[in-house]
């Protein structure tokens, strides 16, 4: 989970790589001039004030940078603390080659996106195709998975079967028999993936949304 300091950092990163002030960043994205002001990130009582998703918004609208982008700048300030994660199509990741047997990325037919360094190492990203799973992921949304998650009840996952299809949903309950999945679309109901079908379920740990 990303911590107050880790969004301020982003955007005084992004605004670093254009060349810019965070003054001269929000005022580029027609805000007031002092929005991204440090002094403006705790309140005189010591709360800590978050930049507005619609702030952040029309700044990525301004210089031209995407969700994606703005996330390799979270977390660190320093680029060597970032590192490559192989990223496919959604469509693709039921396909054999991209995955091994115990669910790690395999094969070559990887793309990369930089992102801040995280703890587990077989880290994988799926370009979201397709409304299935609107409107909690949308077409083009940016899902970071992590094999070595540990899961919970809510969680959101995704699950892969030993016939290939790949489904990403929200965990109800995973017990040594079977795996039950509700649908992230309404107009999709409730999975259940007996044990001896499923190949893996892997833990959603962040999105570009």
């Not at 254009?18 to 002001?37: E, V, Y």
């Not at 979201?128 to 009840?153: F, K």
């Not at 409730?190 to 959603?204: G, Q």
Request: glycine share 8%.
């Amino acid at each position: 989970m990303f911590q107050h300091g880790d969004i301020w950092r982003a955007l005084d990163n992004l605004a670093a790589s254009r060349g810019l002030s965070a003054s001269a960043l929000a005022k580029r994205a027609g805000l007031d001039p002092t929005t991204f002001n440090k002094s403006k990130r705790v309140t005189r009582d010591g709360k800590l004030r978050w930049p507005s998703t619609e702030s952040v918004s029309k700044v990525l609208t301004a210089v031209n940078a995407t969700t994606v982008e703005f996330v390799t700048y979270l977390g660190s300030a320093e680029p060597e603390r970032r590192r490559r994660v192989p990223v496919i199509g959604y469509a693709m990741a039921g396909k054999d080659g991209y995955f091994d047997d115990a669910g790690y990325p395999a094969g070559s037919g990887w793309d990369e996106v930089a992102f801040p360094d995280l703890e587990d190492p077989h880290c994988y990203a799926l370009e979201v195709t397709g409304d299935s799973m609107a409107p909690v992921y949308r077409d083009g949304d940016i899902i970071i998975v992590s094999p070595h998650g540990q899961l919970r009840r809510g969680d959101r996952v995704v699950a892969k079967t030993r016939s290939g299809e790949v489904l990403a949903k929200e965990l109800v309950r995973q017990t040594p028999r079977q795996l039950e999945l509700i649908s992230l679309n309404p107009a999709h109901g409730e999975r259940i993936i007996s044990a001896n079908e499923l190949a893996w379920v892997h833990r959603i740990v962040w999105a570009s949304q």
